[in-house]
């Protein structure tokens, strides 16, 4: 079989949004969240073939088929697993890579984890050398900032020293060989010498939510360039596919939301005043990628960005991907030049909780930004930001929320609510809710404990492993849900925790990949995952027991003797655990 490497994949399908894919095909229109049409593959008057931009996955309720854009292809070009992934190359401009075998795919992968093990070492190395007289300086530099042992342990943070090999050496001694090392992103290599990459930097461990460090940040304790510096990426680091500071915020109950700031010394300094929700993306604008993966937590976030002129068009940014991918944001405003480190560290927590209160929403960030523009002391001030504020709240659907910034905006320039509105030319809002009631079900529509749990999987697979304890592929009746769960499980050994549709390409046959697409598209989010998965898990055991029992229970008519007594006793057993479990 073919494979791509995992990392290639992300990005093909990041680049080929399925609604822009599909929309050459059939004509899409938005209703309830989703994207919906006629169906290409069979014939139909009423549209039941339904396009999810956030899940990147299609299903059609008419003829039960649905995928990832790479099997939309599939289908609608008749074309093999391979030709669709170069069809969507070409379409976005992406060179396509050498394809892998099995042999060399295991190869990738054991490079993998050799290279987090390598960072497991640096990272204990770090943290003892900044607790070593060596790390004094940069003791004396967090303590400075206000970053004490508890938070040095929380983030377990170290010093890179002074010198040119100290991890190379400490490398080469635990038995690495030198093409694995130079692969790492530890070290740096000239004229085929190796020395080490951060020198004289206090190191912040990348870990992912799977507790593997993975890649590091370094920030200079003075005026050196660059101010930070990165891991380049490897085998087992992506920088746009993680977030510094999640591996921590995963494991915070009743999370409220989370804040996304720029760098490392900013989410460790809100931790120190005890502002723990926070995240940054890893010496990159924020990613699609990245707000997929933070959905996974949380569905309400803030945006914390330096603010200076980068830091805002960093925003703009940021907040137009979280609104895409269905987030509710809002944007903390700090002021000019100020970033939460200095802020927090100034005005302290209870100053931060303030700004916090007063943040923007992202269309009164975005007409706030685009004032600041204007003098609106002028007529022609007034003027201009009116029309400017008339393009922002033309793209507003809801008229309720619309006239809510018409009104702001009328007050703000002395224009009449009705000329605003003119200006912005009047939209009627759609209100159909086709399909609302016909395709919103919920999770017991299901039909069983095994789909709803998939549903819930495939949708949260952060918490699989906890969840599915006693959990076996013969706990799933059908085939294709058995293929679904062997994926997802195959995907998280594998070290990442796929999206939908990620996930889909790990799925051979249509009718597995037609199931996952179902059961996604049938999902409707519930406040507390964990503990939905194990209700699910213990409904599946429970009802595995039931059938055991009742197979045995049909063998006794045959059975006589020794072998009769040893499924009454097998009975009494299941019996038994069946009332532990509140069963019988």
């Not at 999810?52 to 088929?65: A, V």
């Not at 900044?130 to 900032?145: E, I, P, V």
């Not at 949708?459 to 492993?465: E, F, L, M």
Request: hydrophobic share 40%; net charge positive; proline share 3%.
């Amino acid at each position: 079989m073919v494979h791509f490497s995992d990392n290639w994949l992300s990005e093909l399908y990041s680049k080929n949004d399925i609604v822009d894919v599909v929309s050459s095909y059939t004509t899409l229109n938005e209703r309830g969240g989703r994207y919906w049409g006629l169906c290409p593959f069979h014939n139909e008057k009423t549209p039941s073939f339904s396009v999810s931009r956030d899940k990147q996955l299609y299903y059609c309720f008419g003829c039960k088929t649905g995928g990832n854009v790479t099997n939309f292809i599939m289908k609608t070009e008749n074309m093999t697993f391979p030709e669709a992934v170069e069809f969507l190359a070409k379409r976005v401009h992406m060179e396509m890579p050498k394809e892998t075998n099995s042999r060399q795919y295991q190869q990738v992968k054991e490079k993998r984890e050799q290279i987090k093990k390598m960072h497991k070492i640096a990272a204990r190395y770090y943290y003892d050398t900044l607790h070593s007289d060596a790390g004094k300086a940069a003791r004396a530099y967090l303590k400075k900032r206000g970053i004490e042992a508890p938070i040095i342990k929380r983030f377990g943070l170290g010093y890179a020293p002074d010198g040119w090999s100290g991890v190379t050496d400490l490398l080469k001694k635990e038995g690495f060989s030198q093409s694995l090392i130079k692969e790492s992103g530890l070290v740096s290599v000239k004229n085929n010498n190796m020395f080490d990459t951060f020198r004289d930097r206090v190191m912040f461990p990348i870990i992912n939510t799977f507790g593997d460090v993975i890649a590091f940040g370094g920030r200079v304790m003075g005026d050196g360039t660059p101010k930070y510096l990165n891991t380049r990426e490897t085998p087992a680091f992506n920088k746009r596919r993680n977030l510094y500071g999640l591996d921590l915020v995963r494991k915070m109950r009743d999370l409220k939301g989370v804040i996304i700031v720029e760098g490392y010394m900013d989410v460790v300094s809100l931790a120190a005043h005890g502002v723990r929700a926070a995240v940054a993306s890893l010496g990159t604008a924020f990613t699609k990628e990245q707000a997929i993966l933070l959905k996974r937590y949380t569905q309400d976030v803030f945006i914390s960005y330096d603010g200076d002129e980068a830091g805002r068009t960093a925003t703009m940014k940021a907040l137009g991907i979280l609104e895409t991918e269905g987030f509710n944001v809002r944007v903390i405003a700090l002021g000019k030049g100020v970033d939460p480190d200095d802020f927090i560290r100034e005005h302290g927590t209870a100053g931060f909780a303030a700004k916090v209160k007063q943040a923007y929403t992202g269309i009164g960030y975005r007409l706030a930004a685009k004032r600041a523009e204007f003098n609106i002391e002028t007529e022609d001030g007034k003027e201009g930001y009116a029309i400017a504020a008339a393009k922002i709240l033309a793209k507003v659907d809801s008229p309720i929320r619309r006239e809510r910034y018409v009104e702001r905006v009328a007050a703000e320039t002395g224009f009449s609510e009705k000329a605003v509105m003119e200006q912005i030319g009047r939209r009627s809002a759609d209100a159909n809710s086709f399909g609302s009631k016909r395709y919103n079900r919920t999770h017991e529509a299901a039909g069983s404990a095994e789909s709803a749990f998939l549903a819930a999987a495939m949708a949260h697979p952060q918490y699989i492993v906890d969840a599915a304890a006693g959990i076996t592929i013969d706990d799933f009746s059908s085939p294709p849900q058995k293929n679904i769960f062997s994926a997802l499980l195959g995907c998280i050994k594998r070290g990442i925790q796929p999206t939908y549709a990620e996930l889909l390409s790990e799925l051979g046959a249509e009718s597995d990949r037609s199931e996952a697409a179902r059961l996604s598209a049938e999902y409707i989010a519930v406040n507390n995952p964990m503990a939905y998965l194990r209700d699910c898990a213990q409904k599946m055991r429970r009802a595995r027991l039931e059938r055991e029992k009742h197979a045995l229970m049909d063998s006794l008519g045959a059975a006589s003797g020794n072998e009769r007594g040893k499924l009454l006793a097998r009975i009494s057993e299941l019996d038994k655990e069946l009332r532990e479990m509140g069963v019988g």
